[in-house]
């Protein structure tokens, strides 16, 4: 292996979607069954056309 070669991570993308799995994570955790997808949505942030229009989001 190269001795110059920075190996930390400096992929932006990936660091948000670890991010974004962690949260799912965390939900999952302290839910008390299976996360249905609209509380999956929610902790992502992430809302559904029609409850975004009824601001419901």
Same mark, same amino acid.
């Given at each position: 292996?190269? @001795?110059?070669?920075?190996?930390? %991570?400096? !992929? $932006? $993308?990936?660091?948000? #979607?670890? @991010?974004?799995?962690? #949260? $799912? %994570?965390? *939900?999952? *955790?302290? *839910?008390? /069954?299976?996360?249905?997808?609209?509380?999956? !949505? #929610? $902790? %992502? /942030? %992430?809302?559904?056309? *029609?409850? =975004?229009? =009824? /601001?419901?989001?």
């Amino acid at each position: 292996m190269r @001795e110059d070669v920075d190996l930390r %991570l400096h !992929d $932006v $993308v990936a660091l948000e #979607e670890i @991010e974004l799995y962690a #949260e $799912v %994570l965390s *939900a999952v *955790a302290i *839910a008390d /069954g299976p996360l249905t997808t609209e509380q999956i !949505d #929610e $902790v %992502l /942030g %992430l809302c559904r056309r *029609a409850s =975004a229009e =009824a /601001g419901a989001c």
